[in-house]
């Protein structure tokens, strides 16, 4: 099987690709080819052969080069994100709506059936919400990001009505922990009151301990792309986008479990400086979601806050807490 | 006030600028110039100083020669139909997404703030549904003409929030009776039922008596079309679309009250061919809604069918019933 991945240098794309790399199968076939790209050439790994190089999505001509091998499996992870789409207009249209809707475009003229794999986020939805949003929910964004998402998801969906591909959209949680140094994201605190202080680093809680917010850690976030890769779609009908299954967390669970980890040395890292404005974008987020349908369909996140941060302590400190 | 209609020569376009040059005002505004676009050069009603043209709403420019007088309203009805865009893939995207999204960046590079009136579809919904498909329901189309519209109405919600224009879009339901030829449309039984019949002619029925559909009458879209224009958009906040009002009503319906109108002579010309294809169709079409915020944002529809049926006898037959 060959595989695309377009947007192989991010964060959740390195860790796809490292995945796919040392299983050498992905929904039980073997991949023989992997071609990677990103703005950035990404790194091929060792023991597939493997193309790699830097381009960019949005010019006309460049998706139909990522197709040349008709790639039987297609993941579309590349997008400009949330807070840089919203600063920069233009930016994230050209990336996130055209950039999307160039790739399908060109999947629809190479006349052929791959399996597309599509990142969305639960940056779809805004509020107001119900106290469980469900998978019948309307899809609201507050933010252009969540539009373009939202816009990406219907093409999605009606390009693989039409059978150009066979297409699955997965709302992904908000990462938690992301590994890398901290960033000046909104949601970048969830992360940072964990990650810094397993680190020995002092990080700043810029909101309430009572503030709720819906994770799954980046190892999840692979082993939904995987899954979406190998998933049988007909039970999926003309409704090819799934919010994934998360844990919801208040950040005092946050800080709970950042505790039975590391101790209470850890906990005392966290500084608390109450920011109106990252909690006003905070309100407008989602809590909890009811994620039954994709939860059916065999989607699996981790249960609870510390097998969160177990992953991490695993995958990114090599097992050693500061 | 100047008010632009884009799509000015389609049915409702021509009954909305008939109602504006008699009213001479729209949300209580005096208009003072209308500037009217369509493929076809829409005609300019008398008492109003008009221009009128023929455009390709999709093609680079012509939206800014458009708003080249900055009109403080702006109605988007321009529109490929249902039909014709399942049919042309290329030609509904072209119109229905390019046209609409080169339209709203016209306005925002033009840097004022009109109000902007967008009529959608409940095309935007697909099945399985609710028993009533409440105003939080998702938007699942099962067309390609169903996903555009609701890609337009994304857009207009983010263009909204961004503060580039101020956009209300209207879920228009199944417009009955439609005037005119009967038309091939899926749906066009609905209307042919009553319209032929009205006017001594036969009609071919497709589906069974138990079909329910939700509707409303031409002039109540206009109605729809001129209280978006005037309302105060404040209680909107971020969710900008909203399905209108309609009556959900069965054929059986339809047909009763169609004999209290015009007898039973009218409903003996009513041919029942059962047609597979269209009652597949009909199956993942809308039955009925719960359209609390419209209702409660003061949108009226027909409470009857003995109402849609005069509507139509009143303003397409003079008042007379053949």
Redesign the interface.
Known sequence: MHVLVIGAAGMIGRKLVARIAADGAVGGRKVSKLTLVDVFAPTAPSGIPTEAWAADLALPGEAAKMLAGKPDLIFHLAAIVSGEAEAD?EKGYRINLDGTRLLFEAIRAASYMPRVVFTSSIAVF?APF?EKIGD???????T?YG?QK??GE??L??YS??GFFDGVGIRLPTICIRPGLPNKAASGFFSGILREPLAGKEAILPVPDTVMHWHASPRAAVGFLLHAAGLDTAPLG??RNLTMPGLAATVAEQIEALRRVAGDKAVALIRRVPDETVMKIVEGWPRTFDAKRAEALGFRAEKTFDEIIRVHVEDELGGKVA
Request: hydrophobic share 40%.
């Open positions: 207009f805004g119900p019948e929910f309307h899809l609201t964004p507050l252009s539009t939202s816009i219907l093409l969906a009606d009505r039409r003309a409704r």
